[in-house]
């Protein structure tokens, strides 16, 4: 990996990388089912939630100002 990303690429690094892309696709289908169960098999809440989880996910990398 050192070619490519330089001597500062470890290993661990690509799974956290794997466990960010993923987790949010298998999360969502939950989310989104839950929420539909919620609300008594409605499809207009999953939109609007799923909007107020992303802002929710954007004020938690906000603070993020670097990566060792």
Not at 51 to 60: G, K, N
């Amino acid at each position: 990996f050192g070619l490519w990303f330089g001597n500062r690429f470890q290993p661990r690094d690509l799974g956290m990388w794997g466990l960010g892309q993923n987790l949010g696709q298998a999360a969502g289908p939950i989310f989104a089912g839950l929420i539909v169960i919620i609300s008594a098999g409605e499809y207009g809440p999953v939109w609007p939630a799923g909007f107020v989880i992303v802002l929710l996910a954007a004020l938690f990398v906000l603070p993020i100002r670097r990566v060792r």
